[in-house]
């Protein structure tokens, strides 16, 4: 059995195309700490459904990947 270290693992060669980072609710501004699910979409795109805990609302964002 071959067991290889995590940090020697090659990079996959996938970027994201948009910034990251954790949003504001568009609701009241706060900051959205943990998205509440993430789908791989075939389009080659990561969506994210976000609920805020201070006002309850819902809203989604999609980051773009691209191959390097």
């Given at each position: ?51 805020c ?16």
């Amino acid at each position: 059995m071959l067991v290889q270290s995590a940090d020697r693992v090659p990079p996959t060669g996938v970027t994201a195309a948009e910034k990251l980072g954790r949003p504001e609710c568009p609701g009241c501004g706060c900051v959205v700490l943990i998205a509440a699910q993430s789908r791989f979409s075939a389009a080659g795109r990561i969506d994210h459904l976000w609920s805020c805990d201070e006002c309850g609302s819902e809203f989604m964002t999609s980051i773009g990947l691209w191959r390097r």
